[in-house]
């Protein structure tokens, strides 16, 4: 079973430019989260999607960021314009949406690097 | 999300058991015990997780005091590659609730 695929693996872009990170969830899996790790701090909640809708969106930064979901499958997060600031690892997790065993499984992470 | 302290860093000895603590003491009565883990370069991985009685799988076992105040998480026979980051998170176990990740504990295991 193929487990949570995050693209790219890295990516470096210059300040200003417009950087789009994807994650595609285990099958079946409604529940779909977004984190980040940047540098020397720890990893914080960015949103959470339910099928294609947004359940929680507290974590988001700012208005740069914009995460989508269509058709509730896979999910995108485009950064536009990306500062410095956003440079760090952005992780995808996805969960069965019921059930008793609802943990969470991760992808390996998109290291981007704003400079 | 009741708030956890970890000790910042562990050593164990390889094929020893590496016993690391967390103490929750504003935990609820229906937030359960989570632990992740994160390997370098790699996202967290889910190890195990408990409301109050001991659980144990494949990878560790997990202790829960009588009073839920503080748990431990055993790796009863460390390799080089349980060398990670842990994380000791308290959370609902409502599907979709977030995880909330402190700052973990490094333990490093040692040949």
């Known amino acids: 079973e193929a487990g949570v695929t995050q693209f790219p693996s890295h990516s470096v872009i210059e300040k200003g430019q417009t950087v789009t990170l994807r994650c595609d969830p285990i099958?079946?899996?409604?529940?779909l989260y977004w984190y980040r790790r940047v540098m020397g701090k720890e990893i914080k909640f960015l949103l959470h999607f339910v099928k294609e809708s947004k359940q929680d969106e507290s974590g988001m930064p700012n208005n740069r960021f914009l995460a989508e979901r269509t058709g509730g499958t896979y999910s995108t997060l485009k950064v536009q314009p990306a500062e410095l600031e956003d440079s760090g690892v952005y992780f995808c997790?996805?969960?069965?949406?019921?059930?008793?065993?609802?943990?969470?499984?991760f992808g390996q992470g998109t290291r981007l690097t704003v400079v | 999300d009741a708030k956890t302290t970890q000790p910042p860093s562990m050593d164990c000895a390889e094929g020893r058991a590496a016993n690391l603590p967390c103490n929750h003491s504003?935990?609820?009565?229906?937030?359960?015990v989570y632990w992740y883990r994160q390997i370098h370069s790699q996202g967290p991985q889910y190890i195990i997780h408990?409301?109050?009685n001991n659980e144990t799988n494949e990878m560790a076992s997990l202790i829960i005091t009588e009073d839920r105040k503080s748990s431990t998480l055993i790796l009863p026979h460390a390799t080089l590659r349980d060398t990670a980051v842990y994380y000791c998170?308290?959370?609902?176990?409502?599907?979709?609730?977030?995880?909330?990740f402190g700052e973990g504990t490094q333990l490093t295991v040692n040949p």
């Open positions: 998170i308290v959370r609902l176990l409502t599907s979709g609730s977030r995880l909330t």
């Open positions: 408990g409301l109050k």
């Open positions: 099958s079946g899996h409604d529940n």
């Open positions: 997790a996805s969960s069965l949406l019921r059930g008793k065993d609802t943990e969470a499984f």
């Open positions: 504003t935990i609820s009565g229906n937030e359960y």
